[in-house]
């Protein structure tokens, strides 16, 4: 175990931490597990919370400490509506929010000082609103900022809490474009490590529009933020990634979930990387991977074609309009297959195969000579 760790120290890993509200709190137990397995950081990005927690962890606050603090907020010291701003700006006001109390947790967790300053190279995401371009701050030329004063740009969700100037532009969320920056991490990696909470679980809400507006706001950014991301990853030609998804649900605001988000990061990461030697020893590619096969159920297909058009290399259209899969068997990492949860019937099924059976001589992608997928 100690040669493992040793040569594990000698890679340079990019951890990225993705935006996802409380539910970013998994990204303690994911430090927790990374730290177990001797995994060191060379350097850190994140988008909103990921933001606050990868410049926290930056400037020295450990997992533990991170922990007794997340356990310890309230939703009462961070949502506080601004009453006079809605009262006397009413349409005009710039959030529902009160800024005072997000301000004031940054402070409390994010060491005072310039990226310049950082001994780790500490990436922060975020929007310029006025030209409606992606800026990321700790980037060569992009140094010169308050750190303290991104992170709260970063985490500024737009309507819940006012936009920032930073470095003299007016900035938000960078979710808002890009909730995982594994591409402005990637410079220079051995391996890109992200973690994604806020845009991997989009199983059907029944109840978001009868919780009102806010629910609905956020429903609707989810999915955005999903489809966003998706680009990036299934165009990915960086360094090997290691991507995880911690099943953490779909409620951004649950306080009364801290430890189990904890707890869940901790778990997903400690499964992530059984096989991460063998992943940092690719030229590239997503891991983990898991064997799936594709069925379409041909008595629900109504031929409406979304999912040819959405993975043509996968789907496509019989001479009686049903869709049929042009390939039955794939090895797919997390990133992979979201074209079959936009099937408008649900006609198309996918099953996880046994890992350990010999693989398929033809009619697969997505396989790694030597290395058998995992499950993600």
Same mark, same amino acid.
């Given at each position: ?29 994911v430090l927790r597990a990374l730290e177990e397995a001797g995994i060191q950081p060379a350097l850190y990005a994140g988008t ?28 009462? #010291?961070?949502?506080r509506v601004n009453h006079i701003s809605m009262l006397v700006e009413r349409m005009k006001a710039r959030a529902i929010y ?74 938000? #969320? ?23 909470v806020g845009s991997s679980d989009l199983a059907p809400d029944r109840d978001c529009v009868d919780n009102g507006f806010a ?122 297959? #979201? ?14 195969? #046994? ?22």
């Amino acid at each position: 175990m100690h040669s493992i760790k040793n040569a594990r120290s000698s890679l340079r890993v990019g951890l990225v931490l993705g935006g996802g509200g409380i539910k970013g709190f998994a990204h303690i137990g994911v430090l927790r597990a990374l730290e177990e397995a001797g995994i060191q950081p060379a350097l850190y990005a994140g988008t909103s919370i990921g933001a606050l927690i990868a410049a926290a962890t930056v400037g020295g606050l450990t997992a533990d400490e991170l922990a007794k603090r997340a356990e310890r907020l309230r939703r009462r #010291d961070l949502f506080r509506v601004n009453h006079i701003s809605m009262l006397v700006e009413r349409m005009k006001a710039r959030a529902i929010y009160m800024e005072e109390p997000l301000r004031t947790l940054i402070e409390d967790s994010v060491a005072e000082g310039t990226f310049a300053d950082l001994k780790t190279p500490l990436l922060v995401n975020t929007v310029d609103l006025v030209n409606g371009t992606q800026v990321v701050w700790g980037l060569p030329g992009l140094r010169g900022v308050q750190v303290r004063e991104a992170v709260y740009a970063s985490c500024a969700l737009p309507g819940f809490f006012p936009p920032a100037k930073v470095g003299g532009r007016i900035c938000v #969320d960078g979710g808002v474009t890009d909730n995982l920056p594994v591409n402005a991490a990637a410079p220079g990696m051995d391996v890109v490590i992200a973690i994604d909470v806020g845009s991997s679980d989009l199983a059907p809400d029944r109840d978001c529009v009868d919780n009102g507006f806010a629910s609905i706001y956020m429903r609707a950014a989810t999915t955005m933020m999903h489809a966003l991301q998706q680009y990036p990853l299934a165009a990915w030609s960086g360094p090997p990634m290691l991507l995880i998804r911690p099943k953490v649900g779909a409620d951004w605001f649950s306080f009364s979930s801290t430890e189990r988000f904890i707890l869940e990061g901790y778990r997903a990461a400690q499964k992530a990387l059984e096989n991460f030697d063998l992943y940092a020893r690719q030229p590239g590619g997503i891991f983990p991977r898991k064997r799936v096969q594709l069925d379409v159920i041909r008595e629900r297909c109504v031929g409406c074609g979304l999912c040819v058009a959405l993975a043509p290399g996968y789907m496509g259209m019989d001479s009686t309009g049903k869709a049929f899969a042009r390939i039955r068997v794939a090895e797919w990492s997390a990133a992979d297959g #979201d074209f079959v949860n936009h099937c408008p019937t649900e006609a198309i099924a996918t099953t996880k195969l #046994d890992l350990l059976a010999p693989r398929p001589a033809v009619g697969t992608v997505g396989a790694i000579d030597g290395i058998e997928p995992g499950a993600a």
